[in-house]
Each structure stands twice: as C-alpha cells, then as structure tokens.
C-alpha cells in the first residue's frame, strides 16, 4: 500500500519482553532466533535469522524481520500454511487491519498462520524487504515437521505493499543450496499457493514523468530507475503457484488495471488463477469488515482454498 492506515503502528499484540524458552528452529549455532513464546495467546515470534538479519545494519527491533506463529486448535489443523504479510506502503504496516485478523481467519479453517514483520522504512528500501519473504517462505518449509505442516502446502497472502512483496516472493522463489550451512536456506522460496489483495504490483512502475509511486513514498534520494525492476509483471513465468486475486473497481490508491494486468499475465502462461473485482469499495478493506459485499470476498477465497484441496487433511509422519 502506498501510505500507512491509520492504525500502521498498533502492534496485533503485545510484544513485551518475555524470557527464551526453547532451543530455536533454524538454528546455526550463533544464537536463538525466539523471541517471544506466550503460552495464553498461543503464539511465538521467532527472527527470520538467528543473528544480524541479512542487510541490516543493527540488530534494532525496526532491522529486525520476524514471523509471529498462531496456531490451529489441536485436532483441526489440516497440515496447510500461510504466511501473511500486511501492507503499509513500505513505510510501516498496517497489523491490526491485514495482519492478526487474517491470521485468525486462516487458523480457525485449520491452516497454520506466520504473521510476517517485514523491514520497512528508510533504512528498507526494496530489494530488503524482498529477503524478507523470500526467507520467510524458507523459515516456514523448512521447521515444517515441528509445525506438523505439509511442506508442499506452503502459501502467502499479501495485503497491498504486501501482495506486492508475496508477488515478488513467487516471481524471484530461489531453490534452496543443499550444501547451505544453514538449513533454511536449503529450501525452496517459493509459496505453493499465492493470495494477493488489492496488490500494489506496479508502484515501481516509471510514469510519464520520470516518477513513481514507490519513490514518492520513499522520500528523498529515491531514483525510480532503481527501482523499476520489482515489478513482478515483468518476471512471470509459467512455474508460478496458483493465485487468487480480489480488488476493487473504485480502489483510487492502487487501481485494479494494475491487478488485471498481473491475471492476464498469469492466464496467458495456463498458471490456475482466479479474479474478483467489486465494484464499490477504497482501498485497505482488509477482509471485508463490515460492509456487506466485500466481506464476501474471503468466502470466495474460502472455496477456492476448499477446490485446490487445502482443507483436507492429509497423512503426516509423525515428528
């Protein structure tokens, strides 16, 4: 998304300072990537990378990109996954909107949820959020069998700037180096199953003018060539994961063109891919609320789930 909600800093959760409990997953032998375990909610944070995160330059809370775990009631997971990444316009992001909403959503249809914390801000300007996701696809396939999830069910859905980021997760998935040293990085990048809302897919995009949507939001110092790139229309190909796209007509942020551009693409390479455009309906209508048409989007996106068989639940080996 191209501004911050309203709501951009308000946290899904409290984030205080809670005691390491267990030994961490994606363990290299520098530290212990938990952050938080809080046993009420049922939720453990965890850092993308168990030291300094790749690119950063500090280890402050703003450099420091993490995946937040809620999990499915015990006896209704169904071994799928998603990662969700709220928008925000990389300038923040919009949680309490596109983030702990979705997540619940997602784990009371029995599918495991990773909220992903990515970079933004000044400090993050793109590729750095990009390693984000790309390394939080990885994080969550490879601790699949701790989670009791069917890595080959692996998914992501982004909000805005985030549909942005999870598209350009899909187009640019690496994957994995077998000899890594780090057993994420062994895997694959990319999602099985991709959701994209209302995505700011052409931000990048160089107007007429020599500008762009991406750097206007950026500030000073931004050159939109340097940019222009991350535009994941540019990058489709026919692997690409199956995707479900949901905008609005009258979306006066982030037109729908851009969207519709983006399912041509796929369709024209025979990538399963599904469309909704309502008509009314601004910007960040997160899952709908509560306005009556577009909170039927999600159930549309239910069936879709159900017909690419994400609901079911499959046999598992045991961890």
């Known amino acids: 998304m191209m ?22 997953i994606g ?22 990378w168990p030291g300094r995160a790749e ?14 775990v809620f999990r499915v ?16 316009g990389y300038v923040g992001l919009a949680t309490a909107l596109e983030g702990r909403p979705v997540a619940d959503w ?26 984000d996701g790309r390394r939080a696809v990885q994080f969550v396939r490879a601790n699949a069998t701790k989670y009791g999830i069917d890595p080959n069910r692996v998914g992501m859905i ?4 985030g549909g942005h980021l999870a598209a350009m997760t899909a187009v640019q998935a690496v994957s994995g180096a077998a000899e890594a040293a780090d057993q994420v990085d062994r895997v694959s990048s990319r999602p099985n199953f991709l959701v994209l809302a209302y995505p ?33 229309l540019q990058h489709v190909t026919g692997d690409m994961p199956p995707t479900f796209i949901y905008h609005t007509t009258n979306d006066s942020l982030v037109p729908a063109e851009g969207s519709l551009r983006f399912y041509e ?41 159900r017909g690419r068989g994400l609901f079911t639940k499959p046999y598992l080996a045991p961890p």
């Open 106 to 131: 997602f784990t009371s249809r029995g599918i495991t949820a990773f909220l992903l914390k990515y970079r933004t801000g000044p400090r993050a300007r793109l590729p750095i959020p990009l390693s």
């Open 27 to 48: 363990k290299t032998g520098k530290e212990d990537s938990k952050l938080l375990k809080d046993d009420f909610l049922d939720v453990e944070e965890f850092r993308l």
């Open 200 to 232: 700011w897919l052409e931000g990048m995009k160089i107007d007429a003018k020599g500008q762009s949507q991406y750097c206007m939001f950026a500030g000073v110092n931004c050159r939109p060539e340097d940019y222009a790139s991350f535009t994941p």
């Open 55 to 68: 690119g950063a330059e500090s280890d402050k809370p703003d450099e420091t990109p993490t995946l937040t």
């Open 3 to 24: 501004r911050p909600h309203p709501v951009i800093f308000a946290a899904a959760f409290s984030l205080t300072a809670l005691a390491l409990i267990d030994p961490a």
């Open 265 to 305: 693409a796929l369709h024209s390479r025979k990538v399963p891919v599904e469309m909704h455009v309502f008509g009314p309906g601004e910007h960040g209508s997160g899952m709908g609320g509560s306005d009556p048409a577009l909170a039927r989007w999600p159930e549309l996106l239910e069936h879709w789930l």
């Open 158 to 161: 982004g909000f805005s700037a």
């Open 73 to 88: 009631l015990k006896g209704a997971e169904n071994g799928a996954a998603v990662i969700v990444a709220p928008g925000g």
